[in-house]
T-cell receptor
Framework: GAGVSQTPSNKVTEKGKYVELRCDPI?????LYWYRQSLGQGPEFLIY????????DSGLPNDRFFAVRPEGSVSTLKIQRTERGDSAVYLC???????????FGQGTRLTVV | SQELEQSPQSLIVQEGKNLTINCTSS?????LYWYKQKYGEGLIFLMM?????EEKSHEKITAKLDEKKQQSSLHITASQPSHAGIYLC????????????????FGQGTILTVHP
């Protein structure tokens, strides 16, 4: 596609529910990143995929968070037993590799009520 | 871990004025990226700097990385309302093996308001 696409753009869920956030990267980009951005802060790294494998998941806050990229393209960020503190904008980015710029999607605004 | 400090946190200028935003790192910057973000939207890539002393320009925006590679500045000349938004600097974090893979640590952002 022309750019990184994230769906949904907004998600409101009840505390304790399960949510899935989808990222469709730029075609051909092997690197994919998930970030989380709280109000008034810069994005914080969550996880990095190179191809199908999660090469670095050191930013995932706890085991309620999980992400997959089964075919090396679309990625899904999964959050179990959501908590109000999970409310944030979740950003996805993709790049062609080291030394190249990462292109960001518009983000998914998650609100846990 | 690498930390980035941006200054100022917010900036209000009159249209036509020049301005500078700074980004300072506690460690050597192996790649420094500048992004712009409009409220409720994703990040728009502006520029990437990798070499000490490097300077890049695009339209009225110029970014520099100092020789020691620990500070970068973003300068806007003759600001316009379209420049308003949040400016974020991001540093490429090298892992323990010394091979970077594009994982970025971001500053907290600078909110720019330009009054017509």
């Amino acid at each position: 596609g022309a750019g990184v696409s994230q769906t949904p753009s907004n998600k409101v869920t009840e505390k304790g529910k399960y949510v899935e956030l989808r990222c469709d990267p730029i075609s051909g980009h092997t690197a994919l990143y998930w970030y989380r951005q709280s109000l008034g802060q810069g994005p914080e790294f969550l996880i990095y995929f190179q191809g199908t494998g999660a090469a670095d998941d050191s930013g995932l806050p706890n085991d309620r968070f999980f992400a997959v990229r089964p075919e090396g393209s679309v990625s899904t960020l999964k959050i179990q037993r959501t908590e109000r503190g999970d409310s944030a904008v979740y950003l996805c980015a993709s790049s062609a590799g080291w030394g190249t710029e990462a292109f960001f999607g518009q983000g998914t605004r998650l609100t846990v009520v | 871990s690498q930390e980035l400090e941006q200054s100022p946190q917010s900036l209000i200028v009159q249209e036509g004025k020049n301005l500078t935003i700074n980004c300072t790192s506690s460690k050597t910057l192996y790649g420094l990226y500048w992004y712009k973000q409009k409220y409720g939207e994703g990040l728009i890539f502006l520029m990437m700097l990798q070499k000490g002393g490097e300077e890049k320009s695009h339209e009225k925006i110029t970014a520099k990385l100092d020789e020691k590679k620990q500070q970068s500045s973003l300068h806007i000349t003759a600001s316009q309302p379209s420049h308003a938004g949040i400016y974020l600097c991001g540093a490429d974090v090298t892992n323990a093996g010394g091979t970077s893979y594009g994982k970025l640590t971001f500053g907290q952002g600078t909110i720019l308001t330009v009054h017509p």
